[in-house]
């Protein structure tokens, strides 16, 4: 009988889902586990690189090709490969990232069957740059063995769990399927991730086992935070969740979503829209609360309209000189 399944989802990862399978073949375990690949329509060689996995392992790897691209940063795919598996537990794992630790499963599946009120388990992940744009790091420096909901949810988006470090249980995903809010997001992990919490504590192990690649054609930098459609994504989200906690996380969230309301003041598709500016300053000023010279900067930068700066900047010009004359 399959203990777990890993499920990887690829889209145009020909460059590095050899590496992926590589490592995840290697791992050490004391049960059987099965590999499930969900690609998503590619376009370059990496349906015909699975292919020559498979035929190679053929009583390993089983493949989903989709026919077209099912969209949402690669998310139905991850679940259509979620509903197929046979394991016990499941793993998930983008096409670009690759395991460091032949022990990952069996560490993770250990702990799951040691605390059966654990919703899921996660352990640290180093974060590495394809374009070199950042040094590598680690994902997280975190001190506690178990987080809860308390954890995930903050003013700050509170994203520490690598999908290349996370195990669930399949059967906890079925009986309690995400709620239809949670397919409106870009963001797979970050719901879901929530959602896990909210059933029991999410195990961690303190160790480093995987790598979170960031490539430029992967689904982190797709994430554009000069974008007004990643940033509303974003808005609709932590609006979502806040709901469905009943307004219990309300105050950290509303200064959660009150960033995504400032960053939109800097999208490109609002670079000279001084009402839209105007909306989003004056949400960002109900939702943030900021005080001091942060609100003032606000109000000068985006609330009052460019030609009474410009009036106010004639007259301040204008009586400053004629002071330095007097």
Known sequence: MIKASFCIITYNHEKFVGKMLDSLLMQETTFPFEIIVGDDCSKDRTAEILKEYQSRYPDKIRLLLHPKNLGLNGKYNALQCFAIARGEYIAQFDGDDYLTSPHKLQKQVEMLDANPHYSASFHNA???????????????????????????????????????????????????????????????????????ASRGPIGYIDEVMSVYRKNRGGASFADNHYSSDFLFNRIQLYSNINKHFNYKYDAKLRKNIATYYYK???????????????????????????????????????????????????????LYNLRAKA
Not at 147 to 155: C, M, N, Q, R
Not at 293 to 309: A, D, G, H, T
């Open 126 to 196: 180093q974060a590495i740059y394809d374009d070199n744009s950042a040094p590598p790091h680690l994902v997280n420096w975190l001190t506690k063995k178990e987080y809860t909901v308390d954890d995930l949810i903050g003013e700050d988006e509170l994203c520490f769990i690598a999908t290349s470090s996370l195990v669930f249980r399949k059967k906890d995903l079925a009986d309690n399927p995400d709620p239809d809010w949670t397919n409106l997001s870009t963001s797979g992990d970050i719901p879901r991730n929530i959602m896990f």
């Open 264 to 318: 939109l003041l800097f999208a490109k598709q609002y670079k000279d829209s001084y009402f839209s500016k105007l909306k989003f300053a004056l949400k960002y000023l109900d939702l943030a609360e900021p005080t001091g010279e942060k609100r003032k900067e606000i109000i000068r930068q985006f609330v009052v309209p460019p030609f009474l700066m410009k009036t106010y900047s004639f007259f301040a010009l204008s």
